[in-house]
Structure formats: structure tokens, C-alpha cells
């Protein structure tokens, strides 16, 4: 949603969500912001935190996500250590982005401001999908980004169109060759169940599969 600069207009028509309504497995998308960080009390103990907020225009939901980390003020540093919330967030988005690979490093350090502007600049939206922690004590998933939009409007892990997923497909590469040709309803119903198994088998995305689920309705049987 484009902000013109309309003073009172109401945002209260969006559902507030939480980090502990996801489940493991789920996906949500949109409009991705990185709040500042600040300090917090947590059981009795002092710590930083940070939100994660997005944004889904389609669903009109608000997602905010906490993550906390420690902060080091002298630096302006936050860490992160492999497996948990703020590791699995920041490793994830720069494989997507920069296509590093992931998990290699044993902790993260990063510099806030940095990461911080280079996200709210240049990121204009995610899919993300909950993870289970691997600390067993942990209350909440953990985020793990699987795709990205860039503000200007390419991104680096792209979802797949129907054409990609023909390449990687032997069944809907034939059947997309027939609705090339000449359209019939059941080819057209024949991908839409193989885009389902390949959803269910985790080898594309929830958003991989409803963006196919567009490009198919598009198709007019012949």
C-alpha cells in the first residue's frame, strides 16, 4: 500500500498477528520493516529486541515478529548464534539475496544500522516460512525467508512461473507442451494436481504454487 500522505486514514482495518500464532510450516508474505532496537525485560533479565513487521495488503494482515538478540551498544553489533532466531532470519535473507550459501558460519555479528537500512532501502517484500528451533526449550518458530523482492522490482530468488517448473517437472514439462498448443481442460486439470504434489512434497513454495495456480486460470481450454 502506497502512503500519499492522507492524515487520518484508518490502519485499524488490519489484522494484528503474532510470531506465536505460526505454526511449523507455515508461510506468510509481504511488505517487509525492521523496527529499531531496544531494550527489554525479559524474566527478570535485560535484553534487546527487534521487530520484524510485514505487511500482507492481499489478506490485510499485520505480522509482527520478535526477535531477540544480543546487542552490543559500543559497536552497534547484534550476534546471533546457528539455530536460532536471529541466525536462521539474517542467514536466510542473504542466501536469498546474495546467494551465499547457507549455514556456514557457526554465529553471525552484524552491524544493526546497517542491516537495518539495507533491508528498509532496498527489500521491498518476503515470504517466509516457519521453522521448528532446534532449541528444544524455544517457545516460538523460528523465520526462515524463502524468497525476496527487491525495490527495484527484481528479485534474486524469483518465484518459479509454470515455465520454470516445466523444466523441473517431466509431467507438467509434457502437459505444458499440449496447452501450448492447443488447451484441453484435463491437462489443465492434470498440472494443476502435479503443482499440488510438488507442494506437498516440499519442492516449491506456497507461493511458487499459487503464482503456477494464476498462470494456469489464464489458460482458455481450446
Not at 551498544?73 to 546467494?99: A, M, Q, S, W
Not at 517457545?139 to 512461473?161: F, G, H, M
Amino acid at each position: 500500500m502506497l502512503d500519499i500522505g492522507i492524515i487520518g486514514r484508518k490502519s485499524d482495518d488490519y489484522q494484528t498477528k503474532f510470531l506465536n500464532e505460526l505454526i511449523p510450516g507455515e508461510e506468510i508474505s509481504g511488505e517487509i520493516y525492521i523496527g529499531e532496537i531496544k531494550k527489554t525485560s525479559i524474566e527478570r533479565s535485560e535484553s534487546y529486541q527487534f521487530y520484524v513487521i510485514l505487511t500482507d495488503n492481499d489478506d490485510q494482515r499485520k505480522w509482527i515478529c520478535s526477535l531477540v538478540t544480543s546487542y552490543y551498544p559500543e559497536t552497534g553489533n547484534i550476534y546471533g548464534e546457528k539455530g536460532g532466531r536471529v541466525y536462521t532470519f539474517i542467514d536466510t535473507l542473504n542466501h536469498v539475496i546474495n546467494n551465499d550459501p547457507l549455514n556456514v558460519q557457526d554465529s553471525y555479528s552484524v552491524n544493526f544500522k546497517t542491516f537495518r537500512d539495507a533491508v528498509n532501502d532496498n527489500v521491498s517484500s518476503v515470504t517466509v516460512k516457519a521453522v521448528s528451533p532446534l532449541n528444544p526449550h524455544a517457545k516460538y518458530v523460528n523465520l526462515a525467508v524463502i524468497s525476496a523482492q527487491l525495490t527495484d522490482e527484481t528479485t534474486r530468488r524469483r518465484p518459479s512461473s509454470l515455465e520454470d517448473l516445466a523444466d523441473k517437472n517431466a509431467v507438467i514439462r509434457i502437459a505444458y507442451a499440449n496447452i501450448r498448443g492447443k488447451a484441453k481442460e484435463i491437462t489443465l486439470q492434470n498440472i494443476a494436481v502435479e503443482l499440488k504434489s510438488m507442494q506437498d512434497r516440499d519442492e516449491i513454495t506456497k507461493l511458487e504454487f499459487k503464482n503456477a495456480l494464476k498462470e494456469l486460470d489464464a489458460v482458455k481450454p481450446g
